[in-house]
């Protein structure tokens, strides 16, 4: 299973993106998809997830309100975010999860894609 992020860019502060990434398999037994970024010298950390087959959704309290996260039945998850700011800053990785464990733990995540590159200019 492959993952490819897609929808980066340079944007302004209060500006919008719309993250998309998509998986290489339709039919893979997937738990959840999720986000997560890092930035320039720190850790990677979570940033959104979705149950795949229940649509619940989890964010991380920085984003919570300003970011939502999608997905379509087949491939394609995304992750819609608002009122930017600059500490969004950072790669932002999809990643897919086949079994149960918190959504929030990258640990509990088997596959990665390449990561996208936001950045927001004050």
């Known amino acids: 299973v492959q993952l490819q992020a897609s929808g980066g860019g340079l944007v302004p502060a209060g500006g919008s993106l719309r993250l998309a990434c998509e998986s290489s398999?339709?039919?893979?037994?997937?738990?959840?998809m999720g986000w997560f970024r890092q930035a320039p010298g720190q850790e990677r950390e979570f940033v959104a997830a979705?149950?795949?087959?229940?649509?619940?959704t989890f964010y991380a309290d920085s984003v919570q309100g300003r970011f939502a996260i999608s997905k379509d039945n087949a491939k394609m998850t995304f992750l819609q975010m608002n009122s930017l700011k600059p500490e969004d800053t950072g790669l932002y990785y999809c990643?897919?999860?086949?079994?149960?464990?918190?959504?929030?733990?990258?640990?509990?995540?088997?596959?990665w894609g390449q990561g996208t590159l936001v950045t927001v200019s004050s």
């Open positions: 990643a897919a999860k086949t079994g149960v464990g918190p959504m929030s733990s990258a640990a509990m995540y088997e596959y």
């Open positions: 979705i149950g795949w087959h229940t649509g619940d």
């Open positions: 398999a339709r039919t893979f037994t997937r738990y959840g």
